[in-house]
């Protein structure tokens, strides 16, 4: 086992143990079970094509169960752990959309988007509580500025360049807006630091130094939540401490990315 995939075990042991035994187990279950059942999808949908071709069955009555694919991917997230919320608003939203293609019932845009904007308040609302459960006692109170991050944006945008030489972490919310952190310059205090980022309709971007290990364990709801980072050890084993950064969260009609 490379010294990369060592770190990254004992970070997320240390996060959650509950979640890596989840992961390790029922979770590996449900990843070969996900695959087999997208792999189920496309073979019927293969075969639906192929048999419109011949004129053996006309694919186009076919096209109006489409929103069973979101119903489908909202009942992954729901046997997913720290997913189950989203997981069941996703497949509550498919089920809208089937019934409105099924003539039972109409809704339109306008219907379903006010439902979209209560859940990501509650997704906020939810993720300052979690918050709770990663950042020490500093960051609930807010922690000192010069060695923490603490942004919160609405309909705006923050631009910052960290130089604290004990960085310690902090919490980033993006609402409507951007946030964009340079992280190249600091130093993490110790051996690690916990950061946990939201984006719901916005965007976050956090540039690390290549010399620190990123450990994220983000989810992107309608979104995307991305680690491109490029980690650049040392290799003399009885050199200074591995400086990890914990990057927790989830990204909600949005974007967050980690990068170099």
């Known amino acids: 086992m490379s010294l990369e995939q060592d770190i990254k075990?004992?970070?997320q042991d240390r996060i959650d143990a509950k979640m890596r035994a989840h992961?390790?187990?029922a979770?590996?279950?449900?990843?070969?079970t996900w695959r087999a059942m997208w792999g189920g999808v496309l073979i019927?949908?293969?075969?639906?094509?192929?048999l419109d071709h011949f004129g053996i069955v006309y694919a186009d009555r076919f096209w109006?169960?489409?929103p069973l694919i979101v119903v489908f991917v909202g009942l992954r997230k729901m046997f997913s752990c720290?997913?189950?919320a989203w997981g069941a608003f996703i497949a509550f939203i498919g089920v809208v959309l089937q019934l409105d293609q099924l003539g039972v019932a109409h809704f339109h845009w306008g219907d379903i988007w006010p439902a979209v904007l209560i859940a990501a308040g509650i997704f906020m609302i939810?993720?300052?509580?979690e918050a709770r459960r990663y950042l020490p006692d500093w960051g609930k109170g807010g922690g000192d500025p010069r060695t923490t991050l603490n942004e919160h944006v609405v309909f705006g945008g923050v631009e910052k360049r960290v130089n604290s030489k004990n960085?310690?972490?902090?919490?980033?919310?993006?609402i409507f807006g951007g946030i964009e952190i340079d992280l190249r310059d600091a130093e993490i205090d110790g051996d690690e630091a916990v950061l946990v980022v939201n984006a719901v309709f916005g965007g976050i971007e956090i540039r690390v130094p290549e010399t620190w290990f990123v450990a994220s364990e983000g989810q992107g709801i309608f979104g995307g939540f991305t680690d491109s980072t490029r980690y650049h050890g040392v290799s003399d084993s009885s050199g200074p401490q591995k400086k990890t950064l914990i990057v927790k969260g989830a990204s909600v009609f949005g974007g967050v990315e980690i990068r170099n």
Request: charged fraction near 20%; aromatic fraction near 14%; glycine fraction near 24%.
């Open 9 to 11: 075990d004992r970070v």
């Open 23 to 25: 992961a390790t187990g």
């Open 27 to 32: 979770g590996g279950r449900a990843g070969n």
């Open 44 to 50: 019927v949908v293969g075969t639906l094509i192929l």
């Open 64 to 66: 109006k169960f489409w």
């Open 82 to 84: 720290g997913q189950r």
């Open 126 to 129: 939810w993720g300052s509580f």
């Open 167 to 174: 960085f310690k972490g902090g919490q980033l919310d993006s």
